[in-house]
């Protein structure tokens, strides 16, 4: 007897009484996965028990469900006794609109004892007993992309000749990384994902992404072994030993799976939309942008530093137009004692948004709620607070400011009720209309929790509710260290990736050597990554958060009598005795332009943090040349291809047409070449015209290859693409990052062209315009200027203007 589900993209069938069941890609794919099974396990008392996907106890029957994950689906329920303790219904659907497949367990305890639930197998192919999976054409180099667990864990595509990124510190940093993995994988080839994952062949370039629509009940993950012809895949959720006392029950997140092609424009889009959509993802019209406190003054800011730097901004508003400015950590007298401030802040933290708000900015403040440092009056006062193990002893939360930081427990009414006060005052009293909330992964710690009826996910994202109806509606909450499939709904923007620093590579104290290889820590090569590779999460999820720009340069003065060497940590590991009120940057001119363009190609929020009366004039139009952000984020071409992509690309579109940013980017500790084939851009264009923008050139392309030679370490080489067309027209700027978007209006006559210019600040830069012969007279806002001939029919006019301007040229 077969059971099925059904769209005109896919098919599900389970098989009975075996319990064996397939997926079919309907569409003409070809994909099949035959051999799939379901289990899970459950403790009475001191008996485990399991549960390896067999339905031949009881009288399974198909039903309807009442609450599917999608609209217009085709479902069923299946009814099974596994045990006189516990009962199993399974739930699957077929959304009509997307080639998903859905489906859940819900677990009820109908014995008179009490229930402990461990983990929940929502697919298992193992090849050993006869579980296959068919591409469309045979299986070649396999791959498999992985999501870390929250924001700073390294995310991207990992192959079968590769090892999982391990960290090597143990208990300092491994609190950070596991979420429903239990342990870091060992061997190569072996992999876990959190949330969701990608399976793929870069031979036929077929992937299957599997993953969960939510992280309300549990954390879930996706482990694969790859092999070159026989995957393992197992696909669970972790139900953390959570207590069914007699008549409970317990439902897993709705769990997904969809076949994708790894080349479409936009392979994750599905899915990810259906995760945004059923968790009402908050997704504001614009990306904030700002300046923080925290990479230039760490924990020894003052409100003396602070004005400054508001002051700075209030005067440079025409040239800078910044949002927000946050205060980071420093503020208050101890980790996790945040409503008492330390001296530096006499004006108390109400009067410091006062200020903020004066100057006509809206006011940031930086919170960790659920971590305290050792010697916090919050642990002495209240002990039964701290998150324990089984031994009563304090759960590790990770060695944060040089200390085994504690973890509150969030479950504990009393912590709820202090969260929810601090989060009111920071709005209400204080002032703070932006908050960013850091080291949530605190909350999801395993431990003996207050209330063992909830799960490690069921107790955060409670605790992150209650947070935002705290906050308000109108309050922006920012996401730091969290894990992100229980952030969706909840934030309004959220890190993506680690921490950035004043160096390239990992460090602590001044030593990088050891820490290479770690790849969650503080350090610009590791935010760049996960920029790059969560860059699909933005406007679907939230406003992505790349963390801050670093636009200092490495002579940037410092507060004397402090220590001259700084570290190049971040929030996860700081020092006190050595912070720095300026740090000075170890980052090569080349290295900050990287930083700069992969955060303003990500399209999320643009915050700097430099001491801002420091900065030179040049970076200063560096800064200035990325504002506003840019309307939508980057697509690595490569995501599939390499663990670390080097070819990005941002299609956009206005007023001078439509046009591509491409971005060549070297990783290598030498010089390199990048190139990209256009036609994969997929233009419908034989010849093209590209303008370099942070080397303000004109490039005549003699192929539909865009090559970029001698690439500097680390270093980044920024296009924008054009399609030649048949008249006049605009081909590229240095106004601003977009090459285009400062452009309101094209006005083309027979012998005239008309071009509106509004960034809304002060700009000034080379625009490239394509023009049928040489110009007679050139004029912006009535007052001529002049052009310079760079290629066949293409002028380069050197334009500077207040807010808005029109260019007017005559040939």
Known sequence: MNLEVQSEDLRMELALPSGTWSIKDLAGGGHIIEGLRFGCGWRVGRFRRTWRGEMGRGRPRESSIDDPPCPDCDSLMVELELSDDVRLYLDACVSQKHPILYWRFRLENRSDRSVELDQVEMLRLDPRPGGALVFDTPPGEMGFFSNGWQSWNITGALFAEDRFPRTQLGPLTLPLRLGAAAAQPHGRGAFTSEMFGVLGDRVSRSGILMGFLSQRQAFGGVEVKLASSAPFIRMWADCDGVLLVPGDSFATDWACLQFIRLDEEQPLAGYLEEVGRFNRARIPSEAPTGWSSWYQFLESITEVDLFANVDWAEAHRKQIPLDVIQLDDGFEA???????????????????????????????????????????????????????????????????????????????????????????????????????????????????????????????????????????????????????????????????????????????????????????????????????????????WWINDPDCLILRQPQALRTPGHDPDPFGGGAEIASTAETLSRMRSRLTPDETISLATIIALSGGSLFVSDHLPDLSAERLDWLARLLPPLPAGLRAMDWFDHTQPSILVLPL?????????????????????????????????????????????????????????????????????????????????????????????????????????????????????????????????????????????????????????RLEVEW
Not at 653 to 665: N, Q
Not at 751 to 764: F, I, K, M, N, Q
């Open 334 to 540: 101890e980790v996790g004692d945040w409503f008492s401030t330390k001296a530096g802040f006499p004006s108390g933290l109400d009067g410091v948004s006062r200020r903020i708000l004066r100057a006509g900015f809206v006011p940031g403040l930086w919170l960790a709620p659920f971590v305290a440092r050792p010697g916090a009056r919050i642990l002495t006062d209240h002990p039964g607070w701290i998150l324990r193990n089984r031994m009563g002893a304090p759960v590790n939360a990770g060695f944060i400011w040089d200390a085994f930081t504690r973890a509150l427990d969030v479950t504990h009414p009393q912590v709820v009720e202090h969260v929810v006060r601090l989060v009111t005052t920071a709005v209400g009293e204080w002032g703070f209309e932006y908050i960013k909330l850091d080291f949530l992964y605190a909350g999801a710690l395993r431990g003996k929790r207050h209330d063992p009826r909830r799960t490690r996910a069921q107790a955060l994202r409670s605790i992150l509710e209650h947070i935002r109806k705290a906050a308000g509606d109108g309050t922006t909450l920012v996401g730091c260290g969290c894990p992100l499939g229980s952030g969706v709904g909840i934030f309004d923007a959220m890190r993506i990736g680690a921490d950035v620093a004043v160096r390239w590579n990992p460090a602590y104290k001044g030593h990088e050597t050891l820490l290479r290889r770690e790849r969650d820590m503080p350090s610009v090569r590791n935010a760049i990554h996960n920029i790059i590779s969560r860059a699909p999460l933005h406007r679907r």
């Open 653 to 805: 579109e206005g007023a001078a047409g439509k046009w591509d940013l491409v971005a060549l980017f070297n990783w290598a500790e030498t010089a390199n070449e990048g190139s990209l084939n256009l036609n994969l851009l997929k233009r419908q264009a034989e010849d093209f015209r590209a303008v370099s923008f942070w080397g303000g050139k004109y490039l005549p392309l003699e192929s539909p290859n865009l090559v970029s030679s001698a690439i500097p370490p680390h270093g980044v080489r920024l296009f924008s693409v054009r399609p030649a067309g048949p008249g006049p027209g605009w081909i590229g700027d240095t106004l601003h990052i977009s090459q285009g978007l400062a452009v309101s209006t094209v006005e083309v006559h027979a012998r005239s062209l008309a071009v509106g210019l509004d960034l809304g600040r002060r700009a000034s830069g080379t625009a490239f315009l394509e023009l049928p012969s040489l110009p007679r007279r050139s004029t912006l806002d009535g007052v001529a200027i002049e052009s310079v001939q760079v290629g066949l029919n293409v002028h380069a006019m050197q334009l500077q203007f207040d807010g808005g301007a």
